[in-house]
């Protein structure tokens, strides 16, 4: 540990998301390079009354990071404490992003076995919010931890796993931020493979038609459909021997760079200030790319650029409410004159027993609908919101959402007792915020 300390911003400037739809203006700002200096600085701000929130890269669209309190910033944390290739675990520090340990694990020959879409996020920011990709039998980057280590508000520096502290591991995967301060955290890996991604247009009907068989005979399926359109574009991942035939970097800079990324942000510009122009571009988005099937290391084809900002709101449905609610998501959208220019997007997960996953216990269906930043996204979101909740849908604690406790305590089996460890570690809730007490109480 440094004896310099965590450096500290004097006068911290206001803090937003990557979004910019959250924003907070903190008491302090500290950058710790070590638990032993969170611990420190949990203990102070306990001597101060004050509430403490770590931040990774400001990923979520919910409040679920902001305070007034002490502005824990992780990435100095970014160190290899441990790598075990016989057991098949690596461990590292939490402030570490997605996209360096990707770049880490490639030099190790290793890989995850699953990922979400996109990788700046940092380690204990995508966990802790449940942060997923596509998988017929694997599950979220939560669900691949294996151990970690957290700060309680104690200032106690405490470790767990399946073996060890099992109800705070039980807990902690996805902990919202409720629980502690997770400093590092210990993932199962396995050697690095290749994946090769299959990507074409297909009609609404017809993927609704055939939604089982996608999710059953492809390991990683998903697809997007364009409001205003019949037209979906579906991706199916699965591994294979080799050899790797990437993209060619012209093709990459057309479809990845120039089309969903240059192009796309101009139509929603344009969009946005032109709201009757919406359904044209639309038609001319989900015909902009074509089918293409390319294999690659598997962290390349499961990530790709995201540089459109937006907002967004996600929920978790039982698999086999999927088809019904989606026809239902497009009756809404048809008959409203809303302007949506986004796509929206369709995953899937297997059940797993981490206690706030959005998978817990049930094989899950993911819906995402999203908006151009600066887009009202109010009457789309909350019409939309009303259908996922009347098919039990349980929401992404990153992304927006109006639930609170009383309605999430019957979606989560074990809501009560994640609860009751919070009051067991945080009783005077110095990781609480406002977020935190709407979804789980005071």
């Known amino acids: 540990m440094s004896s310099a300390g965590p450096a500290v911003s004097k006068t911290p400037p206001a803090w937003r998301n990557w979004t910019g739809n959250q924003s907070a203006r903190p008491h302090s700002v500290l950058t710790p390079r070590s638990a032993e200096e969170i611990s420190a600085a949990v203990r102070r701000a306990a001597g101060q009354g004050l509430p403490v929130k770590a931040v990774g890269a400001g990923h979520s ?45 490639t030099g190790y020959g290793l890989a995850l076995t699953n990922m979400g879409d996109i990788a700046v996020q940092s380690l204990a920011g995508a966990t802790s919010t449940g942060t997923h990709g596509t998988g017929r039998a694997s599950g979220s980057l939560a669900a691949q931890i294996r151990g970690m280590e957290i700060v309680l508000a104690d200032g106690e520096i405490t470790t767990c796993s399946p073996t060890e502290n099992a109800e705070l591991f039980a807990g902690a995967r996805v902990g919202l931020g409720a629980l502690g301060i997770v400093t590092a955290l210990t993932f199962g890996v396995e050697p690095s493979f290749l994946l090769e991604a299959r990507e074409e247009p297909m009609r609404f009907d017809a993927v609704l038609a055939d939604f089982d068989a996608l999710c059953a005979d492809n390991e990683h399926f998903e697809f997007y459909w364009f409001p205003h359109t019949d037209n979906c574009n579906v991706k199916r991942n699965n591994r294979i021997e080799g050899p790797a035939k990437p993209l060619s970097r012209a093709r990459f800079l057309l479809d990845d760079e120039l089309l969903s990324n240059g192009v796309f942000s101009l139509a929603c510009r344009v969009g946005r200030a032109a709201p009757r122009t919406v359904p044209a571009i639309a038609r001319l988005s989900s015909r902009a790319l074509s089918a293409r099937t390319y294999s690659d290391t598997s962290h390349k084809v499961f990530t790709s650029p995201r540089r459109v900002r937006f907002i967004e709101m996600e929920y978790a449905l039982p698999r086999a409410a999927a088809t019904e609610a989606l026809t239902e998501v497009r009756a809404f959208v048809d008959a409203a004159d809303l302007p949506i220019g986004f796509p929206v997007e369709v995953r899937v997960a297997p059940a797993d027993d981490l206690w706030m996953s959005t998978a817990y216990g049930r094989e899950t269906a993911y819906i995402a609908v999203h908006l151009y930043k ?58 609480g915020n406002d977020y935190l007490r709407r979804v789980l109480g005071d």
Do not use: C
Not at 63 to 74: E, H
Not at 79 to 96: C, F, P, Q, Y
Not at 383 to 412: F, N, S
């Open 61 to 105: 669209f919910t409040s679920i990071a902001v305070t007034d309190g002490v502005q824990i910033r992780p990435e100095g944390l970014t160190e290899v404490h441990a790598l075990d290739r016989a057991a098949g675990t690596i461990t590292v520090g939490s402030g570490m992003r997605l996209s360096d340990f990707n770049t880490l694990l």
């Open 374 to 431: 600066g887009t009202p996204h109010e009457r789309y979101f909350t019409e939309v919101e009303k259908i996922m909740v009347a098919h039990g849908g349980r929401p992404h604690w990153g992304k927006m959402h109006t639930r609170d406790a009383h309605h999430l305590a019957d979606l989560y089996p074990r809501f009560a007792d994640f609860t009751a460890l919070r009051n067991r570690v945080d009783p005077e809730r110095r990781f």
